[in-house]
């Protein structure tokens, strides 16, 4: 990403926020120090670049997979990636995340939109 992006992860009462690492129109992929307890039940999730303070909310969502990465440096914190994938967007809400990703992800050559 251009700029630090959050996702916020929305289910009932429960609320979770980490960064976006990667983001496409069919979903995107999250890291967290903290192990969450992410499940195919989160509905839906909001999106918040901390530069400019651009908003996309109530995306619906789903976790599909979760794994432990190595540590950076010796002794520090995991960290666990998350990807998620969106559910049924309404035409503004695909649009608003076409806008989002041409704004705000890094572009690779034959290659997935990262941060």
């Not at 979903?27 to 303070?53: E, Q």
């Not at 540590?71 to 076409?98: C, M, N, V």
């Amino acid at each position: 990403m251009k700029n630090v992006t959050w996702a916020v992860l929305k289910n009932g009462e429960a609320t979770i926020t980490a960064q976006v690492m990667d983001i496409g129109i069919g979903g995107i992929s999250i890291h967290s120090s903290t192990r969450l307890r992410i499940s195919k039940n989160f509905s839906c999730l909001d999106l918040v670049v901390s530069r400019n303070g651009n908003y996309i909310e109530n995306i619906p969502s789903q976790a599909v997979s979760s794994a432990n990465l190595p540590s950076q440096i010796p002794f520090g914190p995991p960290k666990w990636r998350y990807g998620l994938k969106f559910g049924k967007l309404t035409q503004e809400q695909h649009a608003q995340i076409d806008g989002f990703i041409s704004k705000h992800a890094i572009r690779h050559d034959n290659g997935p939109v990262t941060a």
